[in-house]
């Protein structure tokens, strides 16, 4: 099975940071990656897709990059609304997810 | 506009099964698969399983390959997720989510609200 390591576990950022979170996956899975936003309670929502495909209604601060084993999830100014726990999650095989990272208001 | 609508919370005793039910509207039933994803309390996401509701084909997660049963029924639009033999660690929230399928990448882009088992003496 692939696994998904996401780093930072959690952030402290404030409104306007640049936020980056990094997944890593233990083999290439190409563009196979799909982000996901958390908040308390509530089900996951999809944010991006195949790596760098912005999901519609999805603000464009969002963004993703990367392929093969390296990706990053970028909020380019984070706004109140924000503040949730992110996973990343590999699609090229058995659906597997990163452990996630929590932004925390700082 | 697409729903998936799962039933409400159980509380169930060890050595029990529970059956958790998501019925989707607004979209073809049998046109897109659906996962099952379950998240213990303040943990990650973790992957159990996919039924195709055209064909009823699943594949389960080795982890509960011999506990877990998906079913769908198309005259209700309703897919099954049944969990047999529960133990203290299967306290979880319950999601269903649907598979959407784009350039050949896949994932899930309507989740249902979640559905709370607990499994307690």
């Known amino acids: 099975d692939i696994q998904m390591t996401q780093s930072p576990s959690s952030l402290s950022a404030s409104v306007g940071d640049r936020v980056t979170i990094t997944c890593r996956a233990s083999?290439?899975?190409?563009?196979?990656l799909n982000w996901y936003q958390q908040k308390p309670g509530k089900a996951p929502k999809l944010l991006i897709y195949?790596?760098?495909s912005l999901q519609s209604g999805v603000p464009s601060r969002f963004s993703g990059s990367g392929s093969g084993t390296d990706f990053t999830l970028t909020i380019s100014s984070l706004q109140p609304e924000d503040f949730a726990t992110y996973y990343c999650?590999?699609?090229?095989?058995?659906?597997?997810f990163g452990g996630g990272t929590k932004v925390e208001i700082k | 506009q697409v729903q998936l609508v799962q039933s409400g919370a159980e509380v169930k005793k060890p050595g029990a099964s529970v059956k958790v039910s998501c019925k989707a509207s607004g979209y073809t039933f049998t046109s897109y698969y659906i996962h099952w994803v379950r998240q213990a309390p303040g943990q990650g996401l973790e992957w159990m399983g996919i039924?195709?509701?055209?064909?009823?084909?699943?594949s389960y997660a080795q982890k509960f390959q011999d506990r877990v049963t998906m079913t769908r029924d198309t005259s209700t639009s309703t897919v099954y997720m049944e969990l047999s033999s529960l133990r203290s660690e299967d306290t979880a929230v319950y999601y269903c989510?649907?598979?959407?399928?784009?350039?050949?990448?896949?994932?899930?882009?309507?989740w249902g609200q979640g559905t709370l088992v607990t499994v307690s003496s």
């Open positions: 989510a649907r598979c959407n399928v784009r350039d050949g990448y896949n994932y899930e882009d309507y």
């Open positions: 039924i195709n509701p055209s064909g009823g084909t699943t």
């Open positions: 195949a790596a760098s």
């Open positions: 083999q290439s899975i190409s563009s196979y």
């Open positions: 999650q590999q699609s090229y095989s058995i659906p597997s």
